[in-house]
């Protein structure tokens, strides 16, 4: 996996959080910045919606995966996950 | 299945002719359509429109029907995209519909395209009142009031999306409130209605039962726990609930466990479930716990509780099994504490 398909994913979770919360600036969220809570406001309801689009985009279903949902820490985290499993 | 939404045809099937063809004097409703959709209605029963005419024509139904529609599908498309369409907006399932049709090839369209749903002509719809699907076991305020709230959510969700700050945000903006209390005889019907019908943010997966409910409100080694909701769209009534193992005695309660959490999914996305976990995690603190348990059958269809778990910093134990799907989900309640926001009252003494 080169650097390149790094970045090409983090592009696209950016885009699938920015619609799925409804906020435009999460466009330049950084990669380790907490998507619960104060970071991003991740919560139930854009959670699911988030989770959806990236079974429907990258195939990856996380939360069958992924009890506890540690994927969805942080934009790096969710990318390593996807990238582990896609490859 | 219970059916928990009728999507409606207008044409010739819930008003009494064709809205475009009619000139200056729209259609009446039609008298036998909108006395059986009033009974639905009463029995919580939610109605939607799916109709190949201008939204006005949606508009113009409510008012001679008094019906509040959930949600409106006006357009040109295919009657089966605009079911799927309410179904996704709705979040219910497509088990959980029935689509009202004079034109026996939309009927036929939709049945092909939405196998799960019940597809009735208006004559069908008349007896289908009658009907085991369409006659739920209880019936609570919350329910006879749901076509409204469901209309109050389009309106919420329509000045959310012009909003564009963050939610938190915008549930101040809407002056929300939460309330919390401790659950009496009067609202067990409603609890064990949230008990049936909550799936998404729901730990157990069974329904339980109007007695079992009763014995535990009168438990003194438990907590039976009301959630509230409103804000300046409406009143949602009881949305959650929760029961709490705290035990008694010495020793006793060093692990508050959460038997039972559901929520309506009218109250997703408005900060209800984060709130709850964070005063149960205060509230056990406060109880002299040192953790807060709660087991959860994990499905496909309650990730939205995970979420909300996993982001209340909740952790889950490994120790599930294809016979016992359960996992437990834990913090400790000793550190620090999640916030409660402000918008929340508890009328839980003490806390």
Not at chain 2, 41 to 58: C, E, F, K, T, Y
Not at chain 2, 241 to 263: D, H, S, Y
Request: proline share 5%; charged share 20%; aromatic share 4%.
């Amino acid at each position: 996996m080169t650097g390149g398909q790094t970045r090409d994913v983090l592009g696209e979770l950016r885009e699938i959080l920015a619609r799925a919360t409804g906020r435009a600036e999460l466009l330049g969220i950084g990669v380790r910045t907490p998507l619960f809570g104060a970071g991003a406001g991740l919560d139930s309801l854009t959670g699911t919606l988030l989770l959806r689009e990236v079974h429907r985009r990258f195939g990856v279903d996380v939360a069958q995966e992924d009890l506890n949902l540690d994927a969805l820490a942080t934009l790096a985290a969710l990318a390593a996950f996807i990238e582990e499993r896609a490859a | 299945m219970i059916v928990k939404c009728v999507i409606w045809d207008l044409d010739n099937t819930l008003l009494s002719g064709v809205y475009l063809e009619s000139g200056t004097r729209p259609p009446a409703a039609d008298p036998a359509m909108r006395t059986a959709a009033v009974r639905l209605r009463d029995r919580g029963i939610i109605h939607a429109v799916a109709s190949r005419n201008p939204p006005a024509a949606a508009r113009h139904a409510a008012q001679v029907t008094g019906l509040d529609f959930a949600a409106v599908e006006c357009g040109w498309g295919r009657k089966s995209d605009a079911v799927l369409k309410i179904i996704e907006d709705l979040g219910i399932g497509p088990d959980a519909v029935a689509f009202v049709d004079d034109d026996l090839y939309e009927r036929a369209e939709v049945s092909c395209a939405v196998p799960e749903a019940l597809v009735l002509s208006p004559e069908d719809l008349a007896d289908a009142v009658g009907w085991p699907q369409f006659s739920p076991a209880v019936v609570t305020a919350e329910s006879r009031r749901r076509g409204q709230m469901y209309a109050q959510r389009r309106r919420r969700q329509e000045e959310a999306r012009a909003f564009g700050g963050s939610r938190d945000a915008f549930l101040r903006h809407c002056a929300t409130e939460v309330t919390i209390a401790p659950a009496t005889a009067a609202d067990v019907p409603r609890l064990h209605e949230l008990s049936v019908r909550t799936r998404q943010l729901n730990t157990s997966g069974e329904a339980m039962a109007q007695s079992e409910l009763r014995q535990l409100v009168s438990s003194p080694a438990h907590q039976v726990t009301t959630v509230r909701l409103s804000d300046k769209f409406g009143d949602d009534g009881i949305v959650g609930g929760c029961v709490v193992g705290c035990g008694v005695g010495p020793g006793a309660g060093r692990t508050w466990t959460v038997t039972l959490l559901m929520m309506s999914c009218r109250a997703m996305g408005r900060g209800v479930i984060d709130a709850l976990l964070a005063w149960l995690a205060r509230s056990a603190a406060q109880g002299g716990a040192a953790t807060l348990s709660v087991p959860c059958l994990v499905s496909p269809s309650n990730v939205p509780l995970r979420l909300a778990l996993a982001g209340s910093g909740f952790r889950a134990s490994e120790d599930r099994s294809p016979q016992r799907p359960v996992a437990v989900f834990s913090r400790p309640v000793s550190g620090p504490l999640p916030e409660l926001p402000d918008w929340v009252i508890s009328k839980v003494a003490g806390r």
